[in-house]
Structures are given as C-alpha cells and as structure tokens.
C-alpha cells in the first residue's frame, strides 16, 4: 500500500497512520517495526500530543452540544 524504501524514514501520512493505529491499538507488527527502525522517537511524540489535544477539544466539542441541546 504504501511506496516506502527499506531503510527510509516514514512519511507524514505514514506516522500519522501509525499514531492513530496505536491510540485505537490496531497497530500492526510490520509498521509498529518500521517506526521503531527507521522512525525518529520527536515525530510520534508531537504526533501524539496533536492528536491528544486534537481528541479532546472534539470530546469537549460534542459534550457542550450535547448538553446546550438538553436545556442545561
């Protein structure tokens, strides 16, 4: 599916995959590997703190609807 070189570090849309396989724990074998080969540890991390934030605003997003459409 993906057109990466062995021994290449992986692309945006590669960790981005990569960060949303391990938040929902499908993350596979063979990219879980390639990140830890050929992956640079600061890329996942800012990844993952952009999706946390990113996660949350929209829980809080959808609570507040959810409420404001209740009469609360």
């Not at 724990?25 to 952009?50: L, P």
């Not at 609807?65 to 609360?72: E, F, K, R, Y």
């Amino acid at each position: 599916m993906t057109d990466e070189q062995p021994g290449k570090s992986p692309g945006l849309w590669a960790i981005i995959s990569s960060v949303l396989a391990a938040a929902f724990g499908v993350q596979s074998s063979k990219n879980r590997e390639r990140d830890f080969a050929h992956g640079k540890t600061v890329h996942f991390v800012v990844a993952g703190i952009i999706f946390t934030i990113l996660f949350i605003a929209s829980l809080v997003m959808i609570v507040k609807t959810v409420l404001s459409n209740a009469g609360m």
